[in-house]
């Protein structure tokens, strides 16, 4: 079983900040690669950020110079720090995560969410 936990969700201000966490458990064998998802009230859920093993990083446009996912790859955790938020940021956050379980098999997963407010 794999679980994903994140953490660091809240309320912030316009322009201010703040860095989301994911530490994934289980018994994977490695991870692929892990991201951000985030879905706004009345919204599909869409891509906020990747990053693969090999650290290659894909951003949604609007996030692109105010976001910045990472992973520490030893903690098995994902970080999304966000910076310059807008309103428009607000959403409940969702950890993605592509294991390597072993038999030459990968599965995703999610996290439970995490809420982020932008509000004055």
């Known amino acids: 079983q794999v679980q994903l936990v994140e953490s660091g969700g809240g309320l912030v201000q316009p322009g201010g900040s703040l860095t989301l966490s994911c530490a994934a458990s289980?018994?994977?064998?490695?991870?692929?690669?892990m991201g951000w998802y985030r879905q706004a009230p009345g919204k599909q859920r869409t891509l906020v950020a990747t990053?693969?093993?090999?650290?290659?990083?894909n951003y949604e446009e609007s996030v692109k110079g105010r976001f910045t996912v990472s992973m520490d790859n030893a903690a098995n955790t994902v970080y999304l720090q966000m910076n310059s938020m807008k309103s428009e940021d607000t959403a409940v956050y969702y950890c993605?995560?592509?294991?390597?379980?072993?038999?030459?098999?990968?599965?995703?997963?999610w996290g439970q969410g995490t809420q982020v407010t932008v509000s004055s």
């Open positions: 993605h995560a592509v294991m390597f379980m072993g038999w030459g098999r990968r599965d995703d997963y």
């Open positions: 289980g018994s994977f064998i490695r991870i692929n690669g």
């Open positions: 990053i693969g093993i090999g650290g290659a990083t």
